[in-house]
């Protein structure tokens, strides 16, 4: 059986060249290289090693982000980045992230459509939490990346905090259509911040529900039924 010192050793060498490397093809190739006998717990732990070794602490590098954001508005004035902390039992620890780069904050407002969908996925690796992204439509009907931002779940405030920071990104836009999944916290931090000037509905998660519910709706149809609603919000606002 190898340590996971005798992992992390070789195992650098194949992350820096291939960082998306998976556990199981390390383990594989431990094995046909060298002919030991491990586990992949063993190459678990090792691969974990040789990542800091490459990258440094993972709980370390929040330390950096101020750092980040301040390089980030160095480079290219105009970008919005925040970082929120937030104080437990006298310890500063990271709570929040949002971003939007300048470039793609004026290409939405230049050339793409008065859309944007919102909405977040949970992020299962050793740091929890969740995505959160803005996403527009450009002229090819390609989704247009607006924002993102890290937050630890999808409560109230945190929904709260993302619209406050898109706002301040965005500034007025109109007319606008925003498309959620309609969870609670987003579609009030939605309606608090009106000051897009949001004309028509929000696309809830009525009408999302009535399209999975629809076994017999092809894709293009329903396709369809989203140009339709979109025509008709332009053309009444």
């Given amino acids: 059986m190898t340590s996971q010192g005798w992992v992390a050793q070789r195992t650098v060498p194949l992350i820096q060249s291939d960082p998306t490397i998976g556990c199981k ?4 190739n431990l094995q046909d290289t060298y002919g ?20 440094g602490s993972m709980r ?6 101020f750092n980040f954001e301040a390089e980030v508005e160095k480079r290219s004035p105009g970008n ?3 970082v929120d902390m937030k104080m ?4 500063v620890h990271f709570n929040r992230f ?11 407002k230049a050339g793409c459509r008065p859309y944007l969908s919102i909405d977040s996925t949970a992020l299962i690796a050793k740091w929890r939490g969740h995505l959160a992204a803005c996403t527009a439509l450009d002229g090819h ?14 409560a109230d405030e945190n929904w709260t905090w993302f619209m406050s920071q898109l706002n301040k990104a965005l500034g007025h836009v109109s007319p606008l259509a925003i498309c959620t999944d309609a969870c609670k916290g987003l579609e009030n931090a939605v309606k608090k911040y009106s000051l897009m000037q949001i004309k028509g509905s929000v696309l809830g998660i009525s009408w999302l529900t009535s399209l999975k ?8 149809e329903c396709g369809q039924l989203l140009g339709h609603i979109s025509h008709k919000f332009l053309t009444t606002t």
């Fill in 60 to 65: 370390q590098s929040f330390q950096y982000l």
């Fill in 80 to 82: 919005i980045v925040e």
């Fill in 36 to 55: 030991t006998t491990t586990d992949y717990h063993t190459v678990w732990k090792g691969k974990d090693i040789a990542q800091k070794e490459i990258y």
């Fill in 88 to 91: 437990v039992h006298g310890i």
């Fill in 141 to 154: 009907n390609w989704m247009y990346p607006v924002a993102f931002a890290f937050i630890d779940g999808k």
């Fill in 213 to 220: 519910s629809s076994k017999e709706m092809c894709l293009a």
């Fill in 25 to 28: 093809e390390l383990l594989e």
């Fill in 98 to 108: 949002f971003m939007a780069l300048k470039p793609c904050i004026d290409d939405f």
